[in-house]
């Protein structure tokens, strides 16, 4: 199972919480403990460090400086994208280029843990997961929510 997996089953484990059974609920629960730790692992891998976000702070702040604003005075957004004033793009683009040159070492370091990150998401996890038996599994499961941990079962 690759890692991305794992995050999506641990993001899809609530959808089991409607269903019962003693041995069940232990497995989810243990499950469930299992890919919490790995989680706050990855949560770690991937968290930008204080610098990049230090740019990302002055990055917003250039933008929302040349961005259009809307009647309530708040900035104009496109396409999940700020939308700069008329007549203000060269500007912005001069200040943005300044503001990248100036955290150009920063700006490379998370590219790189991008994509490691990345490539880290595509490999085969090393975890352990906990497996179950079939005849642990409560019989008004659907599809969907079997579908969460079928990989698990054995038997």
Not at 57 to 71: F, G, P, S
Not at 77 to 99: A, S
């Amino acid at each position: 199972m690759k890692n991305q997996e794992l995050i999506d089953m641990f993001n899809s484990l609530d959808k089991l919480d409607r269903l019962s059974g003693p041995a069940f609920t232990r497995y989810i629960s243990a499950l469930r403990q299992k890919l919490s730790s790995e989680m706050i692992n990855l949560r770690k891998a991937g968290a930008p460090t204080d610098k990049f976000m230090e740019y990302e702070k002055k990055r917003i702040d250039l933008c929302t400086k040349y961005a259009k604003v809307n009647e309530k005075n708040e900035p104009v957004e496109q396409n999940k994208m700020f939308v700069i004033k008329d007549g203000f793009t060269e500007i912005f683009n001069d200040e943005l280029n300044k503001l990248k040159e100036e955290y150009k070492e920063i700006l490379e370091d998370r590219k790189a843990q991008l994509v490691e990150l990345s490539d880290f998401l595509n490999r085969e996890s090393e975890v352990e997961l906990p497996t179950i038996i079939e005849n642990d599994i409560p019989e008004n499961i659907t599809c969907g929510e079997r579908k969460v941990f079928e990989k698990l079962i054995k038997g």
